[in-house]
């Protein structure tokens, strides 16, 4: 098997993408089972939908480029967990080919092949958590784009406009989840390997770096929305902490193959002999990635399976090397297909009743199978983090997202908090109110002309709208 993907022939990429989407497709299409990223994703996309203006009138830290994809794709199909996991799979494969096709188009190796894509899609279909549509892995394909520009040998007066494209992807990249800015370091360090003139080349790289963000800036300033802009996306997602979905044990068991194929890439690396400047320059640019990528994972508020994509890239460079180190082939074709059922038994856990004896636990990620209230297709909000209320309804007002909802509810003791909230309820009015922060007893003090409108029903903290 591995002999077989050393070839660049049509039919292996053929079998390549029929292994992948035979590993993915029979989980995405049979399993409907949402999760909490997802549905604030869909709220996002339902909301700019219904012409509501994101930062303004929609409260929540998504960055413009991933609110944008998910707009598009509310208008597409609606609340689909299927369309937003099929896009996911097909960024997952788009990144793969395209990163294996940089590798082979500028003669990284010493001979083309597709293992580096082999590596990236099976390791990427791991864990479902590849599969959530999330704003890493989205930006994480401009980061690919962005490779062939950032490692242009460039002289003066030539090829200035790679290198203003290489920033220009970067860009678009913060612009889905704004610290991969911080791959900023890697165009830097990528032209102070290539480039002949490292200050203008690195001026020119910040220029398309800003470009984007100029743009976007002189939009929401026309807009009256910038300075919801900044606090709501340009300071927010700094979080250096350490806060797991998935336990750290449960994280280390669905990333052991990973890991463990990255220790065994370097060993073979480090045994290999001289190589030519370019190919040694190139791997000095991965291992930037690398330790960019791990920075960049905690820089996210929580962590899961799927804050860990942008180590696919580099991982899957890394693996050419063991591949095709010196061994017996038999040998590599066994590690190989260990790897691939090892793949397939933590993907298909659930399915082939075996998680009792992995002991993986990712049930916070998941939405409730039963939503547990009898109110459907109203329009409510949650004055709490249980996003499960909105499963089955609508949500109103841009308190969408509670932890930015605490900059209003969480200083009901201020003026100001308390007057954006009146202005708030003016224009849009919930049918429901689920208040499971118990601040109704205060809103309705502070707040009586639209709070004492809402009665409490017979079920514990709902309120509805008389």
């Known amino acids: 098997m591995i002999s077989y993907f050393r070839s660049i022939l049509p039919s292996r990429l053929f079998l390549l993408v029929i292994l992948f989407l035979g590993i993915q497709l029979p989980l995405i299409l049979f399993s409907d089972t949402g999760t909490v990223p997802e549905?604030?994703?869909?709220?996002?996309g339902e909301?700019?939908?219904?012409?509501?203006?994101?930062?303004?009138?929609?409260y929540d830290n998504t960055a413009p480029l991933s609110a944008l994809l998910y707009w598009c794709l509310d208008l597409l199909a609606g609340r689909s967990y299927l369309t937003y996991r099929l896009t996911a799979m097909v960024l997952l494969l788009l990144q793969a080919l395209l990163f294996n096709h940089i590798l082979n188009r500028h003669?990284?190796?010493?001979?083309?092949?597709?293992?580096p894509a082999l590596t990236y899609l099976i390791l990427g279909s791991i864990t479902f958590h590849f599969n959530l549509l999330s704003p890493l892995l989205i930006g994480n394909t401009f980061i690919i784009f962005s490779l062939p520009y950032i490692i242009t040998v460039s002289r003066e007066g030539f090829d200035n406009s790679r290198l203003f494209v290489g920033g220009f992807m970067i860009g678009l990249a913060a612009l889905c989840y704004l610290p991969l800015a911080l791959f900023l370091?890697?165009?830097?360090f990528a032209v102070i390997f290539f480039a002949s003139s490292t200050v203008r080349s690195a001026l020119l790289m910040l220029c398309g770096f800003a470009f984007p963000y100029a743009v976007l800036l002189t939009y929401y300033l026309y807009t009256g929305t910038l300075s919801d802009f900044f606090a709501l996306h340009l300071f927010q997602p700094w979080k250096f902490r350490l806060v797991f979905i998935v336990a750290?044990?449960?994280m280390i068991k669905l990333l052991a193959w990973p890991a463990f194929i990255l220790v065994l890439s370097v060993i073979s690396l480090l045994s290999l002999p001289q190589r030519l400047v370019f190919q040694v320059k190139f791997e000095q640019v991965m291992w930037v990635w690398l330790l960019t990528a791990v920075v960049i994972i905690f820089t996210r508020g929580e962590i899961s399976g799927q804050s860990f994509v942008l180590l696919l890239p580099p991982i899957a460079y890394f693996s050419e090397y063991f591949f095709t180190a010196p061994r017996k082939v038999w040998l590599l074709n066994l590690f190989f297909f260990l790897l691939l059922a090892s793949v397939i038994l933590s993907r298909y856990r659930q399915w082939f009743g075996i998680n009792r004896l992995l002991q993986i636990k990712d049930t916070a990620l998941y939405l409730p199978v039963n939503p547990g209230t009898s109110i459907k297709d109203k329009t409510i909000l949650v004055l709490g983090d249980d996003f499960s209320y909105y499963m089955q309804n609508k949500p109103v007002t841009p308190y969408l997202n509670w932890r930015f909802a605490q900059l209003h509810f969480g200083k009901l003791h201020q003026y100001q908090p308390v007057f954006e909230i009146e202005e708030n309820f003016r224009k849009e009015k919930p049918a429901y109110i689920i208040d499971k922060a118990g601040l109704m007893p205060a809103l309705k003090y502070k707040l009586p002309a639209i709070f004492n409108l809402y009665e409490l029903t017979q079920t514990p903290s709902v309120y509805r709208l008389r």
């Open 39 to 44: 549905l604030l994703q869909m709220l996002v």
């Open 47 to 58: 909301r700019m939908a219904d012409g509501f203006v994101m930062y303004r009138e929609i």
């Open 107 to 115: 003669q990284v190796y010493n001979s083309k092949n597709y293992l």
């Open 185 to 188: 370091l890697l165009s830097i």
């Open 248 to 250: 750290p044990v449960d």
